[in-house]
C-alpha cells in the first residue's frame, strides 16, 4: 500500500472542551493506548484553513509554502518536535490532487511515527480551541469524531486562577465556559454518532467505566495500562503537571467551599442553562454586581477577538500568536 494511502485509512479524532477541563490529561491518558496516537495541541488546521482549504493542485511551490506557513505553528518545533525537512519528504509523496485535509492529516502521522506508533489506528488530535470549529472540522473529516470534556463551571473558574494565560475575571471567564462549551449538546443531537460528551468528574471519580466509554466509542478495546498513564506523560509544564500523578478522585469537587457565593451567583447568572443541561446547578439567586457587568463585557470582547484572529491575515495571526504565547509563558 502506498504510504498515502496508508495514512487516509487511519482514522481521526478530537479532544475537544474549554481549557482546564480535563483535556491534557485524557491526552495523557488515551495515548498511552498502543492503538491511538494523540499529539499535544496544536492550531494549524483553523491556522491554515483559509488558506490552503480551497487548494486544487498541490505543486512542489504550494507545497513548500504549505511547509513554511505551517511551521509559523511553532508548537510543532516545541512540543511536537517535528522538522520541515521531515515534513517535506512525507508530504513529497503526495500527488498533487491532494486535499487540504490530507495533507494536514499527514502532519499528524508524522508525530505518531517519530513517536513509534506508526502503525497505531487512530491519530488524535487535543484542542480547547476545536470546540469552536467542531463544524469545520466535521466537514473536513467526515470519519472523525469528538470527545468533549465539560467541567463544574465553578471549578472550571477556579482553576484559572492558577495560570498566567486566558482572563481572570469570574464574569469574563463565565462567558467563554459558556461559548466553549453552548453549542455541543446541539452538535451531538445532529452528530450522535461522533460526538461524546464526558464530565471531567467522571473522568476522576469513575476513571475505568469512563475510559471504557470512551474507548467503545473510539472502536477501540479497554486497556488496563490507561490507568497508569501517569508514568508515560509527557509535554509536562508547571501549568499541567498533574498529569505526572495518579488520578485522585477527591479533586472532583475540591473547589466546593472555595468560591464565594456573588462568584457563584455570576457565574450561573451567565452559564444559566448551558450549565443545566449539562447537570450543573445552585442554590444561589444568580445574580450580577455592575463589576460583573464590565467583567461580562470583557469575556465578550476576548471571545469576539478571539474569534476575529482566525479571520485576520495569516502572517499577521501568527505574530499575534507568538506575542501572547510569549506574554502568557505558553511557549
Not at 473522568?203 to 486497556?223: H, K, N, P, R
Request: proline residues 5%.
Amino acid at each position: 500500500m502506498h504510504i498515502y494511502e496508508y495514512i487516509q485509512a487511519k482514522n481521526l479524532f478530537f479532544i475537544t472542551g474549554r481549557g482546564r477541563s480535563g483535556t491534557w490529561l485524557l491526552q495523557s491518558i488515551l495515548d498511552t493506548h498502543p492503538e491511538i496516537c494523540v499529539t499535544p495541541e496544536a492550531l494549524f488546521i483553523i491556522h491554515l484553513y483559509g488558506k490552503y482549504t480551497n487548494t486544487k493542485k498541490w505543486t512542489t511551490e504550494r507545497k513548500a509554502a504549505f511547509i513554511r506557513d505551517l511551521f509559523s505553528e511553532e508548537k510543532l518545533i516545541d512540543w511536537w518536535q517535528s522538522t520541515p525537512e521531515a515534513i517535506h519528504d512525507l508530504l513529497e509523496k503526495y500527488p498533487p490532487e491532494s486535499r487540504f485535509s490530507e495533507l494536514c492529516k499527514a502532519i499528524y502521522y508524522e508525530y505518531a511515527q517519530r513517536s513509534d506508533k506508526q502503525n497505531a489506528r487512530l491519530l488524535g488530535d487535543k484542542n480547547p480551541e476545536y470546540s469552536l470549529y467542531i463544524k469545520r472540522l466535521a466537514q473536513l473529516y467526515p470519519e472523525s469524531k469528538f470527545v468533549h470534556l465539560v467541567r463544574d463551571p465553578r471549578a472550571n473558574m477556579l482553576s484559572y486562577q492558577n495560570v498566567d494565560f486566558d482572563v481572570n475575571d469570574v464574569a469574563a471567564l463565565a462567558h467563554r465556559w459558556k461559548k466553549y462549551n453552548e453549542h455541543i449538546l446541539d452538535w451531538q443531537r445532529e452528530l450522535p454518532d461522533r460526538i461524546l460528551v464526558i464530565h471531567y468528574e467522571d473522568l476522576l471519580t469513575d476513571t475505568q467505566a469512563t475510559l471504557e466509554q470512551i474507548c467503545a466509542f473510539l472502536g477501540v478495546d479497554f486497556m488496563p495500562r490507561l490507568l497508569e498513564f501517569y508514568k508515560h506523560s509527557k509535554n509536562v509544564f508547571e501549568w499541567n503537571n498533574k498529569i505526572t500523578e495518579p488520578i485522585d478522585p477527591k479533586k472532583a469537587d475540591a473547589w466546593i467551599g472555595k468560591i464565594k457565593p456573588e462568584g457563584e451567583a455570576c457565574i450561573f447568572k451567565i452559564v444559566g442553562k448551558t450549565a443545566a443541561d449539562f447537570g450543573y446547578t445552585t442554590t444561589l439567586k444568580p445574580t450580577l454586581t455592575i463589576k460583573n457587568r464590565f467583567g461580562l463585557f470583557f469575556g465578550q470582547l476576548t471571545f469576539f477577538l478571539e474569534k476575529l484572529l482566525f479571520k485576520l491575515p495569516l502572517k499577521w495571526r501568527s505574530a499575534i500568536l507568538r506575542a501572547y504565547r510569549r506574554r502568557s509563558k505558553v511557549l
